[in-house]
């Protein structure tokens, strides 16, 4: 089974630094796609990136990019210039191309709540 | 840009009652998704519909709960008889064929 690993529960940055949130996954599946995504105070998650795992080019939106590691596993979020609106809790998801059925599902991680400090 | 909404935002019930938490998905999309999120914990898939039947659920989706499309825009998730362990924060979600899928506000929902 598909798990997510997130092993900071909590960081904080100051305004206009850079930080990085870590994720690890396991998987023996050669094609999923990875995302992050944004939980801010108000609950609604938000997208913030997405990577497929069979392009080698990281992916970028803005201030947000990811290190993507296939052969480690590892998905990592890069926040740069950070700004008091991204304090959030981050969740790493997974996500399998469906078999059959045409449905995907995401597994998360446990979450990295994102402090911004002004 | 249009957006999955959820009702109520907060539903309080005793323990064995029934409750039923709606979703309206984005209109054109054909894939429908309920997620819960315990406080302070991950958020964790519970079941997907398309075509008016489940694709997929998982454990947790067990005979307690029950998902239905029954006017062709509403998504509903109905818990028959709740526990206190059912206090959580559900999230509805839509997608089209492609894979983002959106998620609405959630509605937090407490068994006494």
């Known amino acids: 089974a598909q798990t997510v690993t997130q092993s900071q529960p909590e960081m904080s940055v100051q305004e206009a630094e850079t930080v990085t949130l870590s994720c690890t996954y396991d998987?023996?599946?050669?094609?999923?796609?990875l995302f992050w995504y944004k939980q801010p105070p108000s609950r609604q998650m938000i997208l913030v990136i997405r990577?497929?795992?069979?392009?080698?080019q990281n992916a970028t939106e803005n201030r947000f990019s990811v290190n993507f590691q296939k052969a480690a596993k590892s998905f990592s979020l890069k926040i740069s210039d950070s700004q008091l609106g991204d304090t959030a809790m981050y969740f790493c998801?997974?996500?399998?191309?469906?078999?059959?059925?045409?449905?995907?599902?995401?597994?998360f991680g446990t979450g990295t709540r994102l402090k911004v400090l002004a | 840009e249009p957006e999955v909404t959820q009702t109520p935002s907060h539903q309080v019930t005793q323990m064995g009652q029934e409750v039923i938490l709606r979703c309206v998905p984005i209109?054109?999309?054909?894939?429908f998704y309920w997620y819960r999120q315990i406080l302070g914990q991950k958020v964790e898939f519970l079941v997907s519909?398309?075509?008016?039947?489940?694709?997929?659920k998982s454990e947790i989706f067990d005979d307690q709960f029950s998902v239905e499309r029954p006017d062709g825009s509403n998504f509903t998730l109905k818990i028959r008889s709740t526990k206190l362990e059912d206090s959580a924060m559900y999230f509805c979600?839509?997608?089209?064929?492609?894979?983002?899928?959106?998620f609405g506000p959630g509605t937090r929902l407490t068994v006494t």
């Open positions: 979600a839509s997608s089209e064929v492609s894979l983002k899928q959106y």
């Open positions: 998987t023996s599946e050669s094609n999923y796609y």
């Open positions: 990577q497929e795992a069979y392009k080698q």
């Open positions: 998801a997974f996500m399998n191309p469906p078999l059959t059925s045409g449905t995907y599902k995401y597994i």
């Open positions: 209109s054109n999309h054909l894939y």
């Open positions: 519909f398309y075509n008016n039947e489940i694709s997929e």
